[in-house]
Each structure stands twice: as structure tokens, then as C-alpha cells.
């Protein structure tokens, strides 16, 4: 690794354009490091896709969209823990999906039992499967588990439509387990994402460890887990209005208001599509961080915040099995307030309110008993389109380091989970890179290790390398 400018001096001065997870992660962790941090955000909030905002009609806080963490999200942990959010998290250890007629069932780890032998008992009984989906599940596991990390990576280009064909996983299997989990860890459809990636989550989330499929839940607005951000210099409401440069050396920053903040590293820790918006056409030609961004997809995601005149749910959250909402959360606790996700939401661009809103109170009154007679009061639907990119076959090679190439545009570094992470498009993905941002910067050690491979899928192979 390079160190940055100056590496280990406490004079260091870093400008962090950007209040996402990903800008936060980086401020939070060169400050730890003894470094002066401006974190600037555009927005009067932090948070960025993983932030809040204020209901215009009653002035309530409301999330963009429901996030949720799990147990092998090791370095967002690490960085709720850095901030004072970790006690803000409510963790939930049996996962709920339930079928279009109401029936629910429950993924479970059985406490003591190593990963994966702790989820044998609730997929022995997952009823929504047959025998032979079940069977078919467990064969893919284990082809997963022997393939170890190594295996996933040697899958990058493949789609996992591809690789479900050539495990013969049924069709059923796909609609019932498959796509729950796949669509909203990814945002992108089952079928169509990369293998490396799907098989990533089940990897992680299930094989490895038996704390990797833990749920965690905020148990608040999620602007209110940034409160207590421990970094001296936040500026919301501060837009940018170009970077300065001398030759190819980032040197500070210039404000709309005509401040300028001078710095020995810059962090982009926007979206991708505004990472080139302050440099100088000549500056980004000749860093080939730049050169691919074009390329990358968009894929929104649709929340829709609904309000019932009577409690809809009794538990914390639903994965549905058959849409169109493809999640519900409580968020309240009668439960009359609720909040569906739709990932990968294309069509979900262009239809009516009306028409969406009807849709969904539809199926909520549809598959919960306690919803058969209740009536939507009122309903906000967000659509975040630039949500995250594709993690389609052939990405990764268009994902961009953080630090600068040889030849590239000296202390300016990037951050973002379109940069190379490791992971997909995930808040996990948005708080590594900025770690390794600021390793690049700091030269030293931010990211935390993955869960270690307990001794059962070390038995069949699964390794981290």
C-alpha cells in the first residue's frame, strides 16, 4: 500500500466531498488516525441513499428506503461502533418469508451449531419448499461451500441464471428463496446478475459463519444513527463548486460560497455519475479511474412508505415470495405503519401513484389475515433511480480503485461502493470503501476481516483465499 501525503501527521488536511456512508466511513476513520477532516455534504442530512427525509405533509422523518444489515457486515458494524449507532441496531435472528396465501415461514439459526449446520432444523422444515426444492437447495450449498472464495471470483463473468441452470435448481426454488434474497442483496434480477456475486451472499451470509445471517434493523430514522459523528469539521448544506488543482496534485477545494479549503487529499465520496463533475476534462483522461464510469448501470430501488387504519403485521418484517412488494417492514409498534421495498424496480419508473399504492394495499390485505378489512390512509412512495449499479457480468472490471494510478491525479482518491470493494453495491460495500480510502491516504490498517469460516465449511472447502 501507498501512503498518502504526509503519511502519519496529525497536520494532514483531507477534505472528504460527500456525506454518504461511504465519505463518512473515510472522515470518521482519518480522523481516528489523528488527520484534519472537512466532511462536506450538499444535503442539510447525512446519509446520502442510507439517509432520511422530512415528510412534506406532516413533517415526520422518513427513511429513503428501509436498509438492513446482517452479521457478516463486519466493517459497517465496525463503523455503527465508531459512531455510537451499534446500540441503534435490533438484531434479528429468525428471517420470515411468507407465500402469497399468508402462510409464513422461518429461516433460523439453532444457537451453538457452527454455519451451516445451524440452519439444517428450519430448512429441514421449510415448508414453502418441496422435498425435492429442498434437496436441489442443499446440493447448491454445497457446490458453493467446495468452490470456496477462489471459485466465486473464477464466476465473475457469469451470469447466476447460468450457473441455478447448471445446478439444476427448479424453478420454484428460484420464485420461493432464490429471488428474495438475490434481488434485494443485489438490486438486480436473479437471473441476470453475476454469479460471483449471488454466490457471495449465500458465501458470507449463510455458509461461513452463524452469525453471517443475524438481521439487523435500525431502530430508528436512519439520519439519527449519524448524530454523534465523531468528526470535528461537518458541513451540511455546503456544495462545491470546483477542486483545484496544481498540475496533476489535488490541492483544495473551493466552495459556492468563494471559501476555499486547502488540502493535502481530496476524497470523492459522491456517486459515481458526479465522481468527474469538478475535473478538468484533460485531468480525467489521463486517469484511467475515470475511464469506465460511463459504463456502469443504474438500477432504482422503490420504497413505499403506507400508513393502515388498523395494524397489518405483528412481526418486525417479511420477505414476500410473489410481489409486487418484494419486503415489508414494521415500522411501528402497532404495526399500522409499514414500508415495502421493491429492488431492481425498472418498471416501477413510470407508473402512476395511485395505480402503485393501490397495488401494494392490495397485497398486504391479501396475505395478512389482520390487513383482510384494513384501508390504506395514506401512502409515500420514493423511487431512488440511481440507487446502485448493476453487478452484471463483466463489472468488476470497470470498478475503479480508490487510491490514484501511476500517472493518474495525485491525492485524489475515491470512495464509493462502485469503487473496488469486494462486495456488491451495499452499505458494507459503501463503508469498506471509504477503509480503504483512508488506508490510502493514512497508510495504515482500517478494514476489519471477514467472519472467520467456521470448522464445517472449512471441512468442504470453503476458504477465504
Known amino acids: 500500500m501507498a501512503p498518502g501525503p504526509s503519511s502519519g501527521s496529525p497536520t494532514n488536511r483531507v477534505v472528504v466531498i460527500g456525506g454518504g456512508l461511504a465519505g463518512m466511513s473515510t472522515a470518521v476513520a482519518l480522523e481516528s488516525a489523528g488527520m484534519s477532516v472537512t466532511l462536506l455534504e450538499a444535503r442539510a442530512t447525512l446519509g446520502g441513499r442510507a439517509g432520511s427525509f422530512v415528510d412534506a405533509q406532516t413533517g415526520e422523518k422518513l427513511d429513503n428506503c428501509q436498509h438492513v444489515l446482517l452479521g457478516c457486515c463486519t466493517n459497517l458494524i465496525d463503523f455503527y461502533h465508531r459512531i455510537g449507532a451499534a446500540d441503534r441496531i435490533t438484531w434479528q435472528r429468525t428471517i420470515y418469508f411468507i407465500d402469497e396465501r399468508g402462510h409464513r415461514f422461518g429461516l433460523y439459526g439453532i444457537p451453538g451449531l457452527p454455519a451451516p449446520l445451524n440452519l439444517g432444523p428450519s430448512l429441514a422444515t421449510f415448508a414453502a419448499l418441496t422435498l425435492g426444492e429442498r434437496a436441489a437447495l442443499v446440493r447448491a450449498m454445497l457446490g458453493m461451500m467446495r468452490m470456496g472464495v477462489k471459485g466465486r471470483l473464477a464466476l465473475t463473468d457469469t451470469p447466476f441464471g447460468d450457473w441455478l441452470d447448471q445446478h439444476k435448481q427448479p424453478a420454484g426454488l428460484i420464485t420461493k428463496l432464490y429471488d428474495p434474497i438475490v434481488i434485494s442483496?443485489?438490486?438486480?434480477?436473479?437471473?441476470?446478475?453475476?454469479?460471483?456475486?449471488?454466490?457471495?451472499?449465500?458465501?458470507?451470509?449463510?455458509?461461513?459463519?452463524?452469525?453471517?445471517?443475524?438481521?439487523?434493523?435500525?431502530?430508528?430514522?436512519?439520519?439519527?444513527l449519524y448524530g454523534h459523528l465523531p468528526c470535528a469539521d461537518v458541513r451540511l448544506g455546503t456544495r462545491v463548486s470546483g477542486i483545484r488543482f496544481t498540475g496533476s496534485k489535488a490541492t483544495g477545494v473551493e466552495l459556492i460560497s468563494g471559501e476555499v479549503l486547502e488540502a493535502d487529499a481530496v476524497v470523492l465520496a459522491t456517486n459515481y455519475h458526479a465522481a468527474g463533475r469538478w475535473l478538468p476534462d484533460e485531468l480525467a483522461a489521463q486517469d484511467t479511474r475515470f475511464a469506465h464510469l460511463d459504463k456502469l448501470q443504474s438500477v432504482p430501488i422503490l420504497g413505499a412508505h403506507l400508513w393502515f387504519d388498523r395494524p397489518v403485521i405483528a412481526t418486525s418484517h417479511v420477505a414476500f415470495m410473489r410481489g409486487p412488494l418484494q419486503w415489508l417492514f414494521r415500522k411501528d409498534r402497532e404495526g399500522k405503519s409499514v414500508h415495502g421495498v421493491i429492488s431492481a424496480a425498472r418498471e416501477w419508473l413510470n407508473r402512476p401513484r395511485e395505480e402503485c399504492l393501490a397495488l401494494f394495499e392490495r397485497q398486504v390485505r391479501a396475505t395478512f389475515p389482520a390487513a383482510k378489512d384494513a384501508?390504506?390512509?395514506?401512502?409515500?412512495?420514493?423511487i431512488e433511480k440511481?440507487?446502485?449499479?448493476?453487478?452484471?457480468?463483466?463489472?468488476?472490471?470497470?470498478?475503479?480503485?480508490q487510491a490514484p494510478p501511476t500517472g493518474g491525479i495525485e491525492n485524489l482518491y475515491l470512495a464509493g461502493d462502485y469503487t473496488q470493494t469486494g462486495w456488491p453495491a451495499t452499505m458494507e460495500g459503501a463503508v469498506r470503501s471509504g477503509y480503504l480510502a483512508a488506508e490510502a491516504i493514512a497508510g495504515r490498517k482500517f478494514l476489519v476481516e471477514d467472519l472467520p469460516v467456521q470448522w464445517p465449511g472449512k471441512l468442504m472447502g470453503l476458504r477465504r483465499k
Open 386 to 401: 440511481r440507487a446502485t449499479f448493476s453487478p452484471v457480468p463483466g463489472v468488476e472490471a470497470m470498478r475503479p480503485p
Open 185 to 224: 442483496g443485489l438490486n438486480e434480477d436473479t437471473r441476470k446478475a453475476s454469479a460471483a456475486h449471488a454466490i457471495h451472499i449465500f458465501q458470507d451470509s449463510l455458509l461461513a459463519s452463524a452469525r453471517g445471517y443475524v438481521m439487523g434493523l435500525p431502530n430508528c430514522p436512519l439520519e439519527q
Open 375 to 382: 384501508k390504506l390512509e395514506r401512502g409515500v412512495i420514493v
